[in-house]
């Protein structure tokens, strides 16, 4: 198992930075892949949309809504992933969960989630 823990959330103004951090532990030496997807205010409990993933060579793939604006970025060497905000919107108002993928010798492949931190941002 892998366990998530996300920090750094808060209250921002429109145009203000923030970032996110998220510590793996657990069975890190698993996990292929690591990201943050959100969820919006009046979403589904269960809805949880891409924000930016990076997987172990680097590659990241990021939602069109965020390109330019959030930078992902991992240290492996600490289990952990980040998130830099720039340019916040209030439509980036959301519950950011951390996420990471994992395969273990049994080959299944898994999803982990963090609890979720709160961004908001408004004047």
């Known amino acids: 198992q892998v366990q998530l823990v996300e920090s750094g959330g808060g209250l921002v103004q429109p145009g203000g930075s923030l970032r996110l951090s998220c510590a793996a532990s657990?069975?890190?030496?698993?996990?292929?892949?690591m990201g943050w997807y959100r969820r919006a205010p009046g979403a589904p409990d269960k809805r949880r949309d891409l924000?930016?993933?990076?997987?172990?060579?680097?590659?990241?793939r990021y939602a069109e809504s965020v390109k330019g604006r959030f930078t992902i970025s991992r240290d492996k060497n600490v289990n952990a992933v980040y998130l830099e905000m720039n340019s916040l919107k209030p439509e980036d108002t959301a519950v950011y969960y951390c996420?990471?993928?994992?395969?273990?010798?049994?080959?299944?492949?898994?999803?982990?989630w963090g609890q979720g931190t709160q961004v908001t941002v408004s004047l």
């Open positions: 996420e990471a993928d994992s395969q273990g010798s049994d080959f299944v492949l898994r999803g982990h």
């Open positions: 657990g069975s890190t030496s698993e996990i292929y892949a």
């Open positions: 924000v930016a993933t990076m997987d172990n060579t680097g590659r990241a």
